[in-house]
């Protein structure tokens, strides 16, 4: 028998949105609201952050580009969003007892996709919005009458402890009870000592506590029709709603602009290694078919090729089109180059080291030894030690600080540049198997034939434009920038070398 098509599942269906706010939020908002044209209502969890009621942040939302094309497609889209104040953090996600009774009785699917991603978050925040929010929204959902699914975004990566990871719950030190009960019962103090005891082999507090919000989503599964997505390192889009569009400065993609830039010219990383990462727009479509899939599947007469557990769909490149960091790095930079910024600091030129005490030294040579002079310059000067890229507020920052928030960035990925995984996705081929010809096309996820190539080319444009805020009209005065700098550059080499011939000349001198 036929069963309804992603489209018609969620035609008159009422969808609770978390993480509405952040990158994966916005592109699944746009995309449900734009593909699924008869869904009933979209209600979206958003919180006050820096002061900002969470109504402007609201409007602020839909201010995005992303938006402009369902804007034009459904000029009242607005009218199937509701707002629902809330707050992750918070017992029972901060929900007033009204929003609550709304959601039970209205709600027919959850996607749960807030979460927080700095992988230096403390463990108790880390713990209450991962993993605490996640029990607590499972528990809400039980109350949902009319629930058909529940999709909780996770990472690739949450197990990462472990060299093959496929798609199947495993182990870890605490249940989320437990986790939630001892952080519960801690000082701060306390806490930070025993944060890498916690740990055990994790990296960070982000995989840690995802991995444990699984084992959560787990042992909800025998009262909920409930599926994981794990995607891997999440890139700009690849086909919609804009080509290489992304909103934020988070691991890889902060480390390729400030490259770009000419800001990072040290990075840790093994170039030989497989680096696997997925467009974001490709991963919001696998989540859309997964809720669809596990709500459909009660209605279905056929046995499909899934077993009884909840399924966990790994959204991830390496089975298909494989890719090492080193070709990344240089087929990126190279189509990056094709549209240089006027926002270029200097001109890009970079080092790749595997070995920590190797990374160090070059690090300090290359990024804070010029940092430190470049401030001490500064101050001779009678100037404020800053570099401002205009027009681009958020990297305006002391030299010295800058050298620490690149130090940062790279304590952040170096853990998962320096390794490689095995990962199986059958769950995942599977999936895309199942939907229909009209759901393969409006819902692609298919990563068997991805083009690298065609993908750098929009991708360089798209950080251009979105993430550094460049329009393409200003590549001839990037151009100018990029040869002036280039010039610079090879001079002050030149300089530094025959300077360099010198001392050794006058050392050898001395000695003989």
């Not at 992750?88 to 991603?117: W, Y």
């Not at 082999?201 to 699984?214: G, I, L, Q």
């Not at 409930?226 to 690849?238: D, E, G, N, Q």
Request: include cysteine; charged fraction near 20%; glycine fraction near 6%.
């Amino acid at each position: 028998m036929d069963h309804p098509g992603i489209e018609e599942f969620f035609a008159g269906a009422n969808v609770f949105l978390t993480g509405a706010t952040g990158l994966m939020g916005k592109l699944a908002m746009e995309k449900l609201l734009r593909s699924c044209g008869d869904l009933k209502k979209l209600y979206v969890l958003v919180r006050v952050k820096k002061g900002k009621a969470v109504e402007d942040r609201f409007v602020e939302l839909f201010e995005n580009v992303i938006f402009d094309q369902l804007k034009k497609e459904q000029p009242d889209f607005l009218s199937k969003v509701v707002l629902i104040h809330g707050d992750c953090v918070q017992p029972n996600l901060g929900l007033s007892e009204d929003d609550r009774i709304m959601l039970r009785a209205k709600v027919n699917c959850v996607l749960h996709f807030a979460a927080t991603v700095r992988f230096d978050q403390t463990i108790r925040t880390a713990t209450y919005i991962n993993v605490r929010a996640t029990r607590d929204l499972l528990r809400l959902a039980t109350e949902m009458p009319n629930l058909k699914s529940f999709v909780y975004m996770s990472t690739a990566y949450s197990h990462c402890v472990r060299s093959s990871i496929g798609e199947e719950f495993y182990e870890t030190p605490f249940t989320g009870e437990k986790l939630i009960t001892l952080i519960d019962s801690c000082s701060e103090d306390f806490l930070d000592k025993i944060t890498p005891t916690l740990l055990e082999s994790w990296p960070n507090t982000y995989s840690f506590t995802k991995a444990v919000a699984e084992e959560v989503v787990q042992s909800f599964s025998d009262r909920l029709s409930v599926a994981i997505v794990r995607p891997s390192i999440v890139l700009p889009t690849a086909r919609e709603p804009l080509l290489g569009w992304t909103d934020n400065m988070y691991g890889i993609i902060g480390l390729v602009v400030g490259i770009c830039l000419g800001l990072i010219r040290v990075a840790r990383i093994k170039i030989d290694c497989l680096a696997d990462m997925v467009p974001a727009d490709y991963c919001i479509n696998n989540a859309i078919a997964a809720a669809w899939y596990v709500g459909e599947k009660k209605n279905r007469e056929v046995v499909d090729n899934f077993d009884n557990r909840p399924p966990i769909f790994n959204f991830v490149i390496t089975p298909h089109a494989p890719i090492t960091w080193g070709n990344f790095s240089k087929w990126m930079y190279g189509h990056l180059r094709k549209v240089p910024t006027k926002y270029l600091v200097w001109y890009p030129c970079y080092f790749f080291a595997e070995n920590y005490y190797t990374y160090m030294l070059l690090n300090i040579l290359f990024h804070h030894i010029p940092a430190h002079l470049a401030d001490f310059v500064m101050l001779c000067l009678g100037r404020q030690p800053s570099s401002a890229i205009p027009g681009f507020s958020h990297l305006n920052y002391r030299p010295v600080d800058g050298a620490r928030k690149i130090d940062k960035v790279m304590n952040a990925i170096s853990y998962f540049s320096t390794r490689e995984w095995t990962f199986s996705d059958q769950n995942t081929q599977e999936l895309y198997r199942q939907l229909n010809d009209t759901d393969k096309e409006k819902f692609f996820f298919d990563l068997s034939n991805f083009d690298w190539n065609q993908y750098f080319y929009s991708g360089a444009e798209g950080a251009r434009v979105y993430i550094l805020k460049d329009p393409l009209e200003t590549i001839p005065e990037g151009e100018k920038r990029y040869r002036k700098l280039q010039i610079y550059h090879f001079a002050l080499v030149t300089v530094l070398c025959l300077g360099l011939l010198w001392l050794c000349y006058f050392i050898i001198k001395l000695l003989f």
